[in-house]
């Protein structure tokens, strides 16, 4: 075999670290390892462009995993974009080879420094729910490190001096991490996704759930079965959903007139219209954040206030713009991460929530790459919220099949639109001569890269067309 050009032989036993895959988080693990003083090599089935950031003596094997030099290794970190079991890590399997992940390292740095974990993962809202943790814990005074799947890989927080880490964890990132050990997790929800990589619902439910083990205290989403842990009953706990919540609980209150307030038990925290970020579904995040704030020791009132002042993220039912049509208001929001029916679910129910009790309905867009989904599911809450739906992308046609095989509602319009583009300009003409739409959103229930880079050019290509419509 070859490393950098040069004839290289390797034995088992000399402590080599092999890093697979030199993404983000595997150049993090590079670096961290060699600082260390091991040998480590890496090698990736492309030609990766973060190759010349490495250090110089790191041995290198691109254009395919090398699985005679995978056999050599004393420990493999691989890159959460990769399966751990394609067959070229059968060998690895065959010598009992440890393969771990970047947070597998991450925390046993964080044990060896008494840095506490708040592990947060999800199918839909954790990148919301990890950001708005953080800005919490910030404002505490604490020396906070955000990042994992969002943000920063998880090992170059340990850049800086912190005293806390709150993570973002992705199914395949705990795919291959043991015992994390988290002062805080939770799974804020469960929706059908990855299951190309996973095979099911029940091995994506096996990994997602590896959060758990360890756990000192847990945060458990009452509205969704799947997200329970199967753990003892004496580790502390906190329950958060959207009916009105049981004593030192969290959940909503609603009045006669509809309004909802955030609330632990019987006390009203906050009413809607002092949360920034709109929707149910946003309310119920901002609820987990205060479980989870009040698990890790964070003040009550330090955590409402940082709720008053948190906007949101990016293209995460974010609101863009007001338009005037036909002297009527549209509203539009971009929730292009919404990349799975889960996510697509919570924006349209959330959002609905809201402009029903005005008398008006939703114009969503949806379509790209399903990811092997099915979408019978949306065809209720649909029915129930929404008056158009624009279908673009790849499998804009079985979207179209599945929602009309579980007989969605007579009054909801299906447009095939192929086009972002043309999505907009026919919601536009629907928006003139129907004033009962309030509101149009983007939340596609799929991937992008059918027509996009990814989720950020979709959702700033919808942007600039609600931005520059005259």
Known sequence: MTANGKNTV??????????????????????????????????????PNLAKQLPNNVMTYFGGIDS??????????????????????????????????????????CQQKNIPIIAITGSNAKSTVTTLVGKMAENMGKKVGVGGNLGLPALDLL???????????????????????????????????????????????????????????????????????????????????????????YGILTDSDGEMWLARGSQRLLHEKD?????????????????????????????????????GLPHRCEFVKTLSIANHKLDCYDDSKGTNIGSTLAAVCGLGNVYQPKGKKLALILGGVGKEQQFFDLANPLTKFVSYVYLIGKDSKKIADDLQSAKLGENVVLHHCQTLQNAFNQAVVDSERDANVGALLLSPACASFDQFTDYVQRGQAFKDLVNDFK
């Open 68 to 109: 005679e030099l995978l056999t050599t290794a004393s420990r493999i970190i691989i890159s959460p974009g990769i399966d751990p079991l394609l067959p070229v890590f059968d060998g690895v399997r065959a010598h009992h080879i440890a393969m771990v992940s970047d947070i597998q390292l991450f925390h046993e740095i």
């Open 10 to 47: 390797l034995h088992r036993g000399e402590g080599l670290q092999i890093v697979v895959g030199l993404g983000k988080s595997g150049l993090a693990v590079v670096n961290h390892l060699h600082a260390l003083g091991y040998q480590v090599a890496v090698t990736d089935s492309g030609y």
């Open 159 to 249: 850049r800086d001096p912190i005293d806390l880490a709150v993570l973002e964890l992705s199914s395949f990132q705990l795919q291959t991490t043991t015992q994390l050990s988290a002062q805080v997790a939770v799974v804020l929800n469960m929706s059908p996704d990855h299951l190309d990589r996973h095979g099911d619902m029940l091995g994506y439910h096996r990994e997602k759930h590896r959060i758990f083990q360890g756990a000192k205290s847990i945060v458990v989403n009452r509205d969704d079965p799947l997200s329970r842990p199967l753990v003892a009953d004496d580790i502390p706990r906190i329950s958060f959903g959207a009916s009105a919540p049981d004593i030192n609980q």
């Open 275 to 311: 949360v920034p970020i709109k929707g149910q579904h946003n309310l119920i995040n901002a609820l987990s954040a205060l479980a989870i704030g009040e698990l890790a020791g964070f003040s009550p009132d330090s955590m409402l206030n940082t709720i008053k002042q948190f906007v």
